[in-house]
């Protein structure tokens, strides 16, 4: 470059600098904008957060008032159209707009706030639309994303986690991304689940997996979620007919807002360590432990703690930029997201990129408006073979040395190094989604509205799981290949009219849906890969063995259509009284001929005690009681289980040789009769409920008694008549029924004193769950794992208990020889299947949460409890590797193997009482703490609106006598798709974890 062109350069750049300064120095200037904010009765309202924003010279800040009530800014420059918001807790907030500031005139505002009695007319999410607090019947409650629980979130329903009265949420395992449960209101279905229904921004999911077993929910980034409804009675839930038996939770997305334009940048990072590590026997116990029992030692002269070589110090780190504003017609919210998370086994990493763009579009005169919502997602998981890992971990000698002196696994005899299983071992998920759904409503007439919804999810998803060859121990090395998609279009067309003639306000609602699902799998595999050759995931045309003996490809398609019609209507005279009736009616094609369409219907009535005249009370500003019934469907079960099922197959216990070479011909196999006369599970749900708010609106809560009945329980059996050309058939079980009762209660206060603001809330559900009328002595529903344990079951559905008793032999201690003693319990002399009882079911009688806020000028901090107690947990891990006879054998276990010294060395563990434990737990779920730096210290907001840090402790300590890794556990052990519950194998460990956070608003 010549010398005149950087002096023309150096020039542009001052050029540019200057003008830079002149229009800082230009928006600087200005003057102090100030005001009081009182209560109705004239009384200074401290601690008050007040807000001045202006979009045309982006300027934007926030303050408190002091303890009489002032506020003040200070260099706010002279500009038109001002907006100045006020809130405090216990009143409805106040919006200022159109506000003037000039030098001859400066800015000052005296406001009275009112009591948040009037706050009852904030809006929450119903199905097909919203609704005010003030004229809901049914059971719904609405967190908002300043509620939800922070630290690593993977999935909506840790957001909600404790949150919710009567909403239990169970993760399978510790893993990043691992499948979540959740229950509203207890399960009520034996063979097609409990999973609510999930509708996100008006797309109603279809709840199937996307490949891998990971939850089919962890492509959405929690940060771009703005609220979650959830509807729990069938008053709230019956709109939505067949898909509503379980419940129903509504998730809303961001939006823009209009006048404004907001950029907005989170970042975190967090390190995760596990938890609680079995208590395994260190190197010098095992081998005093070998030696006491007779054992043989073998040596090896190492000292390795196998649990420590297999888990890492993981780090995580989430990258969120957020864009949203917009004019009058036109809002936009649209946000890239990035998290990049390492579990704390070795090989284990959770990778997701989200980017989501939502759109309204307003059009003549606000008749109609077009929303857009759409988002696009990558997830990749990487996982080694959690189960044969942590086997591994736990069992292995630990004299045994975990690298040679060049640092590759050792190797020895009988056995697997685990680290060697870490190199040989992946199982490698790639699942792309794309959901969006384009909604335009119109304005018919005055208080006449027609929307139509029409919305896409299409996934697909890659999962392969290989094995490398290797020569010691010898392997020949696999590679499995699965591929899912998932497409499910919904279309909706519904009408809504609003009407309010004096004291009487109407809403009526009609529609129709329509959502058709189609879902295919395949499935390949090949065998004897190279050793030291490309990795077969790579390029698995070096696979040898070509035959389909052991490759032979799978697959499967269905599809499933839902025709719907449903109606609702609002009404309410006063304020006070109010009456919701809803009816859907569903037709499926899951269910047979003479049964397509159910009907379900509901009502729900309330009455608003507090606005009665006769009600005078300067403490109680809000007292309604409801009630409400209704019935819902249950269509969660596969498709075409109303036809007959045939198979080919050519083996030789399915056809006969035709030939003296006895080979066996092709044929097809009956396997299940047709039955067009199944249709819908039902649950018929009452509910009664009491909202109250007490001193100004500072103590709020609810209380409700609910009563779900689910019969027409859908159930594989065997047919009525043994002589049959198929074993089994589809069919409801009409006088079979499963009951779930029980009180929630919903305790919330909030106050502030001068600068300090706090709150504290807390909920509690009891809740009993039976069976009843079954017409089987027992239902088997979960099966145990480990050598000399398959096949055996350990839970069931029996008359009088709970879903996922424990039906179990009872241990009752040792007999002379050492040998295990179970209860005789039918007083027959013998020992068998016939003496197991139920001891307890894995469903909590109680689950109970706890959590607060406290503030103090730029500081802030909140904390989260939750737990559950009154149910039992089966430690499978344990029953298949912790007892005297392992030792002895020369394989490690952990020291609940020598609690019973009377045991022999000869005895055997079968499934019993023995390894069932208390699952109760309460838990720190997470503690976090922020700091919002003062806007002074950053420009007084002409270039940042806010700066904040936060520290957020997760799972910071559990108090339980489980002895387990975690007693938050479900694996999934079902037996021919009954659902288990309560079962720990080999189960991914949960983390402890620490995040720091920064979040940028420009």
């Known amino acids: 470059m010549t010398t005149k062109s950087k002096l023309l350069s150096w020039g542009l750049c001052c050029l540019f600098l200057f003008f830079t300064m002149a229009q800082i120095h230009a928006q600087s200037a200005g003057g102090a904008v100030s005001g009081t904010v009182r209560n109705a009765q004239s009384e200074p309202l401290a601690g008050s957060t007040v807000t001045l924003e202006n979009s045309s010279n982006r300027f934007s800040r926030s303050t408190q008032t002091d303890l009489s009530g002032n506020f003040r800014f200070e260099e706010v420059p002279y500009a038109n159209g001002y907006k100045l918001t006020i809130s405090n807790v216990g009143y409805a907030d106040k919006v200022l707009t159109g506000l003037n500031h000039s030098n ?54 840790e957001l909600l986690q404790g949150k919710v009265a009567g909403v239990n949420v169970t993760a399978a395992s510790g893993e990043p991304g691992g499948s979540q449960s959740i229950t509203i209101r207890g399960p009520g ?315 009487h306000k109407i809403t009526a609602l009609a529609g129709y849906s329509y959502q058709d699902i189609f879902l295919q799998g395949r499935a390949t595999s090949i065998n004897r890969f190279v050793v030291g050759g490309v990795e077969p995931i790579y390029n698995p045309g070096e696979g040898q063995e070509l035959t389909l003996v052991n490759n032979r490809p799978s697959g499967y398609a269905e599809r499933n259509e839902l025709q719907s019609f449903f109606g609702r209507l609002n009404y309410s005279f006063d304020n006070k009284y109010m009456l919701t009736a809803t009816v859907r009616a569903d037709g499926s094609s899951k269910f047979g001929e003479n049964n397509k369409y159910g009907v379900f219907p509901s009502v729900g009535a309330a009455w608003t005690i507090s606005q009665e005249d006769f009600f005078k009370s300067s403490w109680i500003s809000n007292l309604k009681l409801r009630a409400g019934w209704g019935q819902t469907g249950n269509q969660e079960i596969p498709a075409k289980l109303t036809q007959a099922l045939f198979t080919a197959s050519s083996s030789g216990n399915a056809s006969y040789p035709l030939t003296p070479d006895n080979t066996f011909p092709a044929g097809l196999l009956y396997n299940r009769l047709a039955n067009p006369d199944l249709q819908w599970e039902v649950s018929t749900q009452t509910d009664i409920g009491l909202d109250f708010e007490l001193f100004n609106g500072a103590l709020s809560g609810t209380v409700d008694y609910f009563r779900k009945i689910s019969n027409n329980i859908l159930l594989l059996i065997p047919p009525a008549d043994p002589v049959q050309p198929a074993p089994e058939t589809y069919a409801n079980v009409k006088d079979m029924e499963i009951i779930n009762q029980g009180v929630e209660l919903e305790l919330s206060y909030r106050n502030n004193k001068g600068p300090v603001t706090y709150s504290v809330g807390g909920n509690i559900t009891f809740i009993d769950n039976e069976v009843n009328n079954s017409p089987y002595s027992v239902i088997p529903s979960g099966t145990a794992s480990g050598s000399g344990l398959t096949s055996a079951t350990i839970n069931g559905y029996v008359n009088g208990s709970p879903i996922g008793a424990f039906y179990l032999l009872d241990f009752t201690g040792f007999d002379r020889d050492g040998l295990s003693v179970y209860r005789d ?58 007892y005297k006879a392992l030792i002895a054998k020369g394989v490690n276990t952990t020291t609940s193997a020598i609690k019973y010294e009377e045991e022999a060395t000869t005895n055997d563990a079968r499934v019993s009482s023995r390894f069932l434990k208390n699952g109760s737990f309460f838990r720190l779920n997470n503690l976090a703490l922020g700091y919002t730096l003062p806007l002074s210290r950053i420009g007084n907001g002409q270039f940042f609106k806010q700066i904040r840090f936060s520290l957020t402790g997760q799972n910071l300590f559990v108090i339980t006598k489980y002895d387990g890794y975690d007693p938050e556990v479900n694996t999934d052990r079902n037996i021919a798709s009954v659902s288990s519950y309560g079962v720990d194998y080999l189960s991914y460990p949960r983390a402890r974890s620490f995040i720091l956070g920064v979040n940028l608003q420009f």
Do not use: C
Not at 105 to 130: I, N, W
Not at 463 to 491: A, C, E, H, K, W
Not at 837 to 850: D, E, I, T
Not at 865 to 871: A, D, E
């Open 825 to 882: 319990a039918n007083n027959d002399g013998f020992i068998n299947d016939r003496d197991r009882v139920v001891l307890g079911s894995a469903l909590p009688k109680k689950m109970f949460s706890l959590f607060g806020t406290v503030g103090y000028k730029n500081f802030d901090m909140a904390i989260n409890f939750n737990g559950v107690s009154g149910n039992k947990l089966y430690d499978n891990t344990e029953n298949a590797g912790s």
């Open 189 to 503: 279905s034996v063979r097609s689940g409990s999973t609510p229904l999930f509708v996100i921004d008006g797309m109603a999911l279809d709840n199937s997996g996307t490949g891998g077993g990971a939850n089919p929910l962890n492509f959405m980034n929690p940060q771009d979620i703005a609220s979650i409804d959830v509807l729990k009675d069938a008053s709230a839930t019956a709109i939505y007919g067949s898909r509503g038996a379980n419940g129903v939770v509504l998730i809303t997305t961001k939006k823009g807002r209009s006048g404004f334009s907001n950029v907005n940048y989170n970042f975190s990072a967090g390190v995760s360590k596990i938890a609680n590590p079995l208590p395994l026997f260190t190197t010098e116990e095992y081998k005093r432990q070998v030696v006491a029992l007779g054992g043989e030692l073998e040596d090896f002269g190492g000292s390795t703690d196998w649990q420590d070589e297999i888990t890492r110090t993981a780090f995580t780190q989430n990258h969120n930029l957020a864009l949203s504003g917009g004019a009058n017609k036109l809002t936009y919210y649209a946000s890239l997201g990035m998290q990049l998370q390492e579990g704390i086994i070795k090989n284990n990493d959770l990778k997701r990129y989200n980017g989501r763009l939502n759109i309204t579009q307003k059009l003549w005169d606000d008749r109609l408006t077009f929303e857009v919502n759409l988002s696009a997602n990558n997830t990749v998981n990487q996982r080694p073979n959690i189960g044969s890992l942590l086997g591994g971990s736990i069992s292995t000698n630990p004299t045994i040395p975990a690298r040679n002196a060049d640092g590759t696994p050792y190797v020895f005899e009988n056995g697997i190094n685990p680290l060697k299983t870490l190199e040989l071992e992946k199982n490698l998920t790639t699942t792309n989604r794309v959901i969006g759904n384009i909604a335009a409503t119109l304005r018919i007439i005055k208080g006449l509205e027609y929307k139509v919804n029409v919305g896409v999810d299409n996934s697909t998803g890659t999962q392969d799981v290989q094995s490398l060859p290797n020569t010691v121990p010898f392997r020949d090395g696999r590679l499995d290949t699965y591929t899912t998609f998932n497409r499910n279009i919904l279309m909706e067309h519904y009408f809504t009219y609003n009407k309010e003639i004096d004291r």
């Open 104 to 157: 001859a005139r400066p800015l000052q505002v005296t406001q009275s706030l009112e009591e948040a009695a009037k706050s009852l007319d904030e809006m929450v999410v119903v199905g097909y639309g919203r609704s005010s607090k003030r004229d809901l019947t049914g059971a719904v409650k609405s967190v908002k994303a300043e509620d939800f629980n922070r630290g690593i979130i993977n999935t909506p329903e």
